[in-house]
């Protein structure tokens, strides 16, 4: 396989967006959030709320010392909002196990509260500097186009992090350089529905181009529609909750006017059991 590394660096040095998480002395719970809040959601929509979150909770203590309502509102139309909850609990666990410091260490990372695998490593290469494989989708975008040459990736699996691991330069620091580098290379120039194979650093040794760009398939899970979905009727309960000028509605109020009766139940039913929304003698409120 060719060493992809050298171009990457080249390339990320001179082509890098500037985004807050990338800046020197960041900090560690700041990438930390900007983690939870870029699963799934588009970089310019995260940007204001990012920096509005770290400006009112600095640091995790000051968010555990917050209710969890307070985490959900302040989420506001982010989406998911299981992550706020989640990030909350977190700051929770690294303020009482950790002294407020977020661990570097990939296992301690993994036990807290929302974090996954990919987060994990992620807050240790970016925020730490150790060297591990990082992969997101558009990371195993370049990673199926430059060397399987596949149009799209397949599902994702542990090979991802064994062929980027492949690509990693022994140095902890040119490492995390390659990690950011190949999700940059993904999210502006290697793009899902028109790569700009011209304006790619890995162009001349790239194993889907020198195979003519073949369509091989998209195996990846398509989205559900958001438009009449529960997830929009969850939404329009939050919404509710979070502009609320007290702390409980009365259940019969919460988006009475919702096209479907039973899917605004339903909406409601699953924001409680996800320890989203609390229900008591006719009120709805989020957590406390």
């Not at 807050?123 to 060297?131: C, H, K, P, T």
């Not at 940059?184 to 195979?211: D, K, N």
């Not at 939404?235 to 605004?264: F, K």
Request: proline share 8%; with cysteine.
């Amino acid at each position: 396989m060719p060493d992809l590394a050298p171009p990457l660096i080249a390339w990320y040095r001179e082509n890098a967006r500037d985004l807050p998480w990338r800046r020197p002395g960041f900090g560690a719970w700041g990438v930390l959030v900007s983690e939870f809040m870029l699963q799934q959601t588009p970089v310019n929509r995260v940007i204001p709320h990012l920096e509005a979150w770290l400006e009112r909770w600095p640091t995790p203590a000051d968010l555990a010392a917050e209710a969890p309502a307070e985490a959900v509102r302040q989420w506001a139309n982010l989406g998911y909002p299981r992550r706020a909850l989640w990030l909350h609990r977190a700051a929770v666990e690294i303020r009482d196990r950790h002294g407020n410091v977020v661990p570097s260490d990939v296992d301690a990372l993994l036990a807290l509260t929302g974090v996954g695998d990919y987060t994990a490593r992620a807050v240790s290469v970016f925020a730490y500097g150790m060297r591990h494989p990082v992969v997101d989708t558009n990371t195993r975008r370049v990673l199926a186009r430059a060397v399987d040459g596949r149009s799209q990736p397949g599902p994702p699996s542990r090979r991802d992090l064994a062929a980027m691991d492949a690509i990693l330069p022994h140095d902890d620091t040119e490492a995390a350089i390659v990690n950011a580098a190949m999700m940059e290379l993904g999210a502006t120039v290697c793009t899902a529905r028109a790569p700009r194979c011209a304006a790619c650093p890995l162009a001349h040794m790239c194993a889907w181009r020198a195979a003519g760009s073949p369509d091989t398939g998209d195996g990846r899970r398509k989205q559900a529609r958001y438009e009449g979905s529960d997830r929009q009727a969850r939404g329009a309960v939050l919404r509710v909750l979070r502009h609320a000028t007290v702390h409980s509605v009365p259940l019969d109020a919460v988006i009475a006017d919702w096209p479907d009766p039973l899917q605004r139940d339903r909406a409601i039913d699953s924001l409680i059991a996800d320890g989203l929304a609390e229900a008591s003698e006719g009120m709805l409120r989020l957590p406390r």
